[in-house]
């Protein structure tokens, strides 16, 4: 069965970096679009970043442009979510999504 786990949430400063994982199985991962949303405490669960299945082509939302970088590795089956320059407005537990299927999440928390 399809299955994302994603990892590398923690928590940090306001500045910071870090590095989000989606590992992903069930599937032939090379053959699928692969998007990042997020969703902070009470807050609807927002788009935030895309890449296309041959990671050619990527799309990020306004809010995190110039910051985060999204990649995916096809031999890895792995997805990637760089983000960098963290801001407190980032907290949020970050999801991995393939069509109707999604990851557990993983918290990130950005603060001082």
């Known amino acids: 069965q399809v299955q994302l786990v994603e990892s590398g949430g923690g928590l940090v400063q306001p500045g910071g970096s870090l590095r989000l994982s989606c590992a992903a199985s069930?599937?032939?991962?090379?053959?699928?679009?692969i998007r990042w949303f997020r969703q902070a405490p009470g807050k609807e669960r927002l788009f935030v970043a895309f890449?296309?299945?041959?990671?050619?082509?990527?799309e990020y939302a306004d809010s995190v442009k110039g910051r985060f970088t999204i990649s995916k590795d096809n031999i890895k089956n792995t997805a990637y979510l760089d983000m960098n320059n963290l801001k407190p407005e980032d907290t949020a537990v970050y999801y991995c999504n393939r069509d109707n299927d999604w990851g557990q999440g993983t918290q990130v928390t950005v603060s001082s």
């Open positions: 069930g599937f032939v991962f090379s053959n699928y679009n």
């Open positions: 890449i296309s299945f041959s990671g050619h082509m990527t």
